[in-house]
């Protein structure tokens, strides 16, 4: 890059340094145990996991895709990045769920939920897949560093691809998810610092909010200035139906787990907090950042398309909020720029690194090879797994470049089969391994149909991306409803177990009763009498009340995601100069506020009762590892 | 490279992964549960 000076390698040195030293300072933590390799001792307060949440939901190639998507749609394009937003769900429902399964990762849960030889085998086939996505995943961002490189400074892809990753392995393999987690604060806040910085250089650059506003009036794109654009009610390139179909993704995603890609990631960091509250709060104000990131990143990308209106390849103006970065800002701030880049990604690489080599660790090796593996080893082993990543990932970054792009959209259409699947395993008691298993086989076949077979030779149209969600998931359920009803229920003491353990929402009468028939949990005192002197918003719980779902939760679960919409759109319009931005702000700011005051003292009781008995929970956890069950 | 092809070839590899965690897993669940038989008919 040719306004690249001496200065602004200094910080970008300077940014590099206190990331890695930052890191490299807890590896004393690290070495301790697998608990503190992986999850960092279970003791995060929840502005750790927060911040972690952010950095993982920002990954190198992320201002690529949101470029992208806002370039070709304006701020309706803002929709495509709502899928972030089931964390505004998931924060008041499955991760306090999967919280209190204290399950190290999704694939140790499902025998914590279901039970037998099905369990078993859905751990074993998510282990493994989540090796492979692990890897793929690095390889794929690796790739976006490399083209990122290359704008910048014409550096050869494999450079941008293997410098920056092995810089970050060595820090992950030396202080593991302490390093990670720690580096991703670090990270977090120089990313906000550019992200901020740039988005507002790309409004000034074509004369500030009203001049860049004004332009795409008069250039009659004043559409693009509107969130809710759409095209009909089912045509065109934004339909309402595309619409509501991604807003059900994310929101009612939410009461599931693995329903998002990153759910997988963000498991890590709601099993890294100290307390149930904290994993709600950290996933939630981690979410939010990301909304609010997304609203900056809109109204900056909307100036880069004033400037250059015309570009029609996506290879083309995908890259506009580096070309806005490493443009127009001045000599120093580049080089803070470049340091921001490099925290995204530093914090993408090894998030990824270290959760591969947890379901590797925990999941394959300890379960199936070693389960009485000390401490010493296993810390190891996540070095050596993580060691094994690195090299996968190059090998997926550069020899397989163009398998990893269609991977991208195959994997996609694979979620759609499996995205009710993941909500019904944690809402309701009858769904079994068996059914889960056979929705993950089915899938595959069936997206092969619908998406390329059956178009490909004539028999159906090839159809929109809406459709095929809801036809994939209707296919789906042909499939694993009759696998479920036909073969029997989790054995009853099983679901107990686990009901008793983690109070899941939903479908959970039989099993409710059947804790309640063993003294397990305490009967419903549901009297006309009781009911009558509750107030409207109870502020005040016992242990018992507590663990049941309540109007208070139902309330945190609807307003949540509402505040994240308004949040996002509100953000995005304030800094395009809209006052309608500033009174979305607010009202967001008002919803959040709310919803602290409602739930705060219910998940306090309910985290102060669950961490009494956690120490208990925790060595039948690791009794069910080593087969003792 | 054709885009039928890649994606085949790529969404295989993912299955590939995922089979060889369930093999395993299968393994290991036959292993756990012959030894528990051997220990019962021990007794």
Request: charged share 15%.
């Amino acid at each position: 890059m040719s306004n690249f000076t001496a200065l602004d390698w200094f910080w970008t040195g300077a940014f590099l340094l206190l990331m890695l030293g930052g890191a490299f300072f807890f590896y004393r933590l690290a070495r301790r145990s697998e608990s503190d390799f992986f999850l960092a001792g279970r003791g995060l307060p929840w502005w750790l996991p927060a911040s972690s949440v952010f950095s993982t939901h920002t990954a190198t190639d992320t201002p690529m895709w949101v470029t992208g998507v806002i370039y070709a749609h304006g701020l309706r394009g803002l929709w495509y990045t709502f899928f972030a937003a089931w964390t505004a769900v998931a924060s008041f429902v499955s991760a306090r769920i999967f919280r209190r399964s204290l399950a190290y990762t999704q694939a140790e849960w499902q025998v914590i939920r279901f039970d037998g030889l099905g369990a078993e085998l859905l751990r074993g086939w998510m282990a493994g897949w989540q090796v492979f996505m692990n890897m793929f995943i690095l390889g794929w961002v690796g790739m976006a560093m490399g083209k990122v490189g290359n704008l910048a400074f014409d550096w050869p892809i494999w450079v941008g691809l293997v410098i920056p990753t092995v810089l970050t392995a060595i820090y992950t393999m030396a202080a593991g998810y302490w390093g990670v987690v720690m580096g991703d604060f670090l990270q977090g806040i120089v990313a906000v610092f550019a992200i901020v910085l740039v988005s507002l250089v790309g409004v000034y650059a074509v004369g500030g909010p009203g001049e860049l506003t004004g332009r795409l009036v008069e250039m009659g794109e004043a559409w693009r200035l509107d969130p809710l654009a759409f095209t009909g009610w089912l045509t065109g390139d934004f339909p309402v139906a595309w619409w509501l179909t991604m807003l059900v993704i994310a929101v009612v995603g939410g009461f599931g787990m693995g329903t998002s890609i990153d759910w997988y990631v963000e498991a890590q960091r709601i099993q890294s907090a100290k307390s149930v509250r904290d994993a709600s709060y950290g996933l939630w104000a981690g979410g939010a950042l990301t909304l609010v990131r997304n609203g900056f990143w809109a109204a900056g990308i909307l100036g880069f398309f004033v400037m250059l209106p015309g570009l029609t390849s996506v290879g083309e103006y995908e890259l506009g909020w580096f070309r806005i970065g490493f443009g127009l800002l001045p000599t120093g701030l580049v080089g803070v720029f470049f340091g921001a880049i490099l925290a995204i990604h530093l914090s993408t690489i090894s998030s990824h690194l270290n959760l591969g080599a947890l379901y590797f660790t925990r999941d394959l090796f300890q379960r199936y090879l070693k389960p009485d593996a000390d401490e010493r080893t296993l810390v190891w082993v996540g070095r050596a797994a993580t060691l094994v990543l690195l090299v996968g990932s190059f090998f997926y970054g550069l020899m397989m470049e163009e398998i990893t792009q269609w991977l991208i959209f195959a994997l996609w259409l694979m979620m759609a089969g499996i995205w009710l699947p993941n909500i019904l395993q944690v809402v309701w008691w009858r769904f079994n391994a068996w059914g889960y298993l056979s929705a993950w086989m089915a899938n595959l076949g069936v997206a092969w149909l619908v998406v390329w077979i059956l178009p490909g030779f004539g028999v159906i149209p090839v159809l929109p991306d809406y459709v095929q969600f809801w036809v994939l998931m209707g296919l789906g359920a042909l499939i694993f409803v009759p696998a479920t009803l036909l073969m029997p229920a989790e054995g009853m003491d099983h679901l107990v177990k686990y009901y008793v353990m983690t109070r899941p929402l939903g479908w959970w009468g039989p099993v409710h009763r059947e804790a309640e028939r063993r003294g397990l949990v305490v009967r419903r005192a549901a009297t006309p009498a009781n009911e009558s002197r509750r107030p409207l918003i109870r502020r005040s719980w016992t242990p018992e009340a507590a663990e049941e779902w309540t109007r208070e939760d139902w309330i945190a679960i609807i307003l949540s995601p509402l505040v994240f919409a308004l949040v996002m759109v509100g953000v995005a319009k304030l800094v395009l100069g809209q006052w309608g931005g500033a009174w979305l702000t607010l009202l967001a700011v008002a919803g959040t506020l709310v919803i602290y005051w409602v739930i705060d003292p219910k998940l306090r009781a309910v985290s102060h009762e669950y961490e009494a008995k956690q120490a208990g929970y925790l060595d039948e956890l690791e009794g069910n590892l080593q087969w003792e069950d | 490279m054709d885009k039928g092809l890649v994606t085949l070839i790529g969404m295989s590899i993912a299955y590939l992964a995922s089979l060889l965690g369930m093999g395993f897993a299968y393994w290991a669940w036959r292993r756990h549960h012959r030894r528990a038989d051997r220990k019962e008919e021990a007794r």
